[in-house]
């Protein structure tokens, strides 16, 4: 599905990413664990086409994304759900979603539309109750729901999730993180980047730990929860130990 | 015949190199991070791991010697601190200090079911009766086939080399073991057992044996073989890559398929270190890219053998190795022990009344390896003639060797000026390996 070789990017003279590969499997989910500014935001804007690769390549569904803008990206069915959500927070519920259809929106697929739009409702039945409400004035689970189901508008294969659970409750994380499988039942494959690792490897497949711009670790999920690094430094173990 | 973890063992070659980019980039990473000697070893080369981008890359990155090992002792190339580590093992003392190694939980987990895959590829089950007689101790060769063959759900005997042949035999005889795990040697002697001991092989249950840790010809193969009426299959590991478990036959038995996954192989000339072309006999060397307490970048392993062209008939896209051809050094391996010519050397030199030279005899005899120790008597030692000191030299030649090296010779007595002649221009000592491998 997608296949990332020896990816290095950054901003303007900083180098952020240094000689990143990762691959995802059609139906996979995958994380990427990391602490604050390991590149993790980074490395999911360069493959959506929002941050221009230095070197490396990118291969999505066959192709090679580095050069393609971000629409186009997009409208092949690599749609990122930003970190902090960034829903369109003066606008309705309902537009935040038309929106995510955009890049379908010129080819007259109205009807389409309109059944997608059920499926999201489906989905996250709290959005259709909340649809002529300003996207501002949702909690901050629903705006999380409403961020994915813009993104699911735009009929994707392949969802990079960014920080899904940042700044949520515990029950409202558990309950993204559950919607996030159900996404991989309805056959989409999956790249979530979190900071919540013990959560976000409770559900991935297969994940790859990321310090200071480079992959340090990878392996299954449990592979990585085994791991004492991974258990020192991001899920807490050590804390705990002591505080026993 | 069962394929293990299909997705691994028949992965395309593209699938399988990105795998391969992937988790050599993550080793590097933590082996700079965390391995002073690689740390030193990729700066004193002005390596800067990001620019490894793709396994071409990899002819650039310096190699890992036996001799880098032996100086790290006990502990300095683990990438992880002692406690992340659950096992140690450690390589014979016999060449030299020996190589201590670590595993962490994933590791012994990857080893598990490496051997178990292994396993499965020479048709074991979780019906048969695995008997293991390789010695469980620091070396790998024990607790590493036995994790894997309970890992695949086998009934494992732990037999190991401890007590006396007659003991193993009536175990197998009496554990209705289906499966032989140990080396070739312990085989043919277990094989030879049950002849002198009037069992038939058809009152035996066994069906097939996977054998390792040392080089074996052929014959050795026929006469396994032809002794137990089982089918043999070769294995390939060391403990410094991790253990059994590198590589094994598959039911085809044409080469040795490698765990790609886990291992990058590369076949270079020991004396250019440049790659061979393809299908060239060279020295194996070998890259771990999953593992966390032990990690080895182009580790030389001095083995000499090629790679097989081609892809095998049982659908496994594994690369296959041929059987090990020889060492790039001048180890030996007799009776499934391996030493230096250097070590017979220094032992005869310490013996009295014995001139500084010696020949080293190799051969086969009745299917076992010989090993023929030919010296000759000090000029100006006292008695010479007289057949008692003689006797007594070749005892106390024998015995230190046997002392030292822990292996069986027989010692000749020649004159000491043939065995100066033969020697002449020649390296000391002088090693005559009539073995045909």
């Not at chain 2, 070396?139 to 193993?168: C, Y």
């Not at chain 2, 009426?229 to 253990?243: C, L, N, V, W």
């Amino acid at each position: 599905m997608l296949r990332i070789l020896s990816l290095a990017s950054g901003y303007a003279k900083l180098r952020v990413l240094k000689s990143v590969s990762l691959h995802v499997n059609p139906g996979e989910i995958v994380a990427v664990i990391g602490a604050n500014g390991a590149g993790k935001t980074t490395l999911l804007r360069t493959i959506a086409g929002l941050v221009r690769p230095w070197s490396g390549d990118i291969v999505f569904s066959g192709a090679s994304l580095p050069g393609i803008p971000a629409h186009v990206v997009a409208s092949r069915g690599c749609v990122l759900v930003p970190e902090g959500r960034q829903v369109f927070a003066p606008m309705t519920v309902e537009e935040n979603l038309f929106l995510g259809a955009y890049t379908r929106f010129r080819k007259r697929a109205g009807a389409s539309v309109k059944s997608e739009l059920r499926r999201i409702f489906e989905l996250f039945p709290v959005l259709e109750q909340r649809m002529g409400q300003f996207a501002g004035t949702l909690s901050g689970g629903e705006q999380q729901m409403l961020a994915i189901g813009r993104a699911l508008m735009a009929k994707p294969s392949f969802i990079m999730l960014d920080e899904p659970s940042m700044g949520l409750a515990p029950l409202v994380v558990k309950e993204i993180l559950a919607t996030i499988s159900a996404l991989r039942v309805s056959g989409c494959t999956i790249l979530v980047v979190e900071q919540n690792s013990r959560a976000v490897l409770g559900i991935a497949d297969r994940g790859y730990v990321m310090e200071t711009g480079s992959i340090v670790l990878e392996g299954t999920a449990q592979e990585l929860l085994n791991n004492t690094d991974v258990q020192r430094a991001y899920l807490g173990k050590e804390y705990q130990r002591i505080n026993e | 015949m069962a394929i293990d973890n299909r997705r691994f063992e028949t992965m395309s070659r593209d699938e399988l190199s990105q795998l391969q980019i992937e988790r050599l980039q993550t080793t590097l990473n933590r082996v700079y991070r965390n391995v002073a000697f690689y740390k030193h070893a990729l700066d004193a080369n002005k390596i800067v791991i990001e620019t490894v981008r793709s396994l071409r890359d990899m002819a650039r990155l310096p190699f890992t010697t036996k001799n880098d090992l032996r100086t790290s002792y006990p502990y300095d190339m683990f990438a992880l601190p002692l406690r992340d580590i659950v096992r140690i093992h450690a390589s014979s003392g016999t060449t030299g200090k020996p190589i201590v190694v670590g595993y962490s939980k994933n590791d012994i987990s990857h080893w598990s079911d490496l051997v178990a895959r292994q396993l499965l590829w020479a048709g074991v089950t979780e019906h048969d009766v695995v008997q293991i007689a390789f010695s469980y101790s620091l070396f790998t060769g024990g607790l590493g086939f036995h994790f894997g063959a309970e890992k695949l759900g086998a009934s494992v005997i732990p037999a190991s080399t401890h007590g006396n042949v007659r003991d193993q035999v009536t175990i197998m005889k009496d554990f209705k073991t289906t499966a032989l795990i140990c080396a070739p040697s312990t085989a043919l002697g277990l094989a030879r057992t049950m002849t002198s001991m009037d069992i038939h092989p058809q009152d035996m249950h066994l069906r097939l044996g996977i054998f390792g840790s040392e080089p074996w010809s052929r014959t050795v193969r026929d006469e396994i073989e032809g002794t137990f009426r089982i089918t043999a299959y070769d294995s390939y590991g060391m403990s410094e890559i991790m253990g059994p478990g590198v590589s094994g036959e598959c039911e085809k038995r044409n080469g040795l398929h490698v765990n790609e996954d886990h291992f990058i192989v590369e076949v270079i000339n020991p004396a250019t270190l440049g790659p061979v072309s393809p299908g060239e006999e060279g020295e194996l060397v070998f890259t771990t890219i999953t593992k966390e307490a032990f990690p080895l970048v182009r580790y030389r392993t001095g083995d000499r053998a090629h790679l097989l062209p081609g892809v095998c008939e049982c659908g496994r896209t594994f690369t296959r190795m041929s059987k090990v051809e020889g060492r790039t050094d001048d180890l030996i391996a007799v009776q499934g022990v391996k030493f230096f010519p250097s070590q017979v050397f220094e032992t005869v030199l310490r013996v009295q009344g014995i001139a500084p030279l010696c020949r080293i005899v190799l051969d086969v005899k009745d299917n076992a390896d010989t090993l023929e120790v030919g010296v000759a008597v000090a000029a100006g030692s006292e008695y010479i003639d007289e057949m008692k000191t003689i006797e007594n030299l070749r005892r106390s030649v024998a015995q230190s060797i046997e002392a030292e090296l822990g292996v069986t010779a027989t010692v000749t007595f020649m004159e000491e000026g043939t065995l100066r002649a033969e020697a002449r221009g020649k390296k000391q000592p002088l090693v005559i390996d009539r073995r045909k491998l």
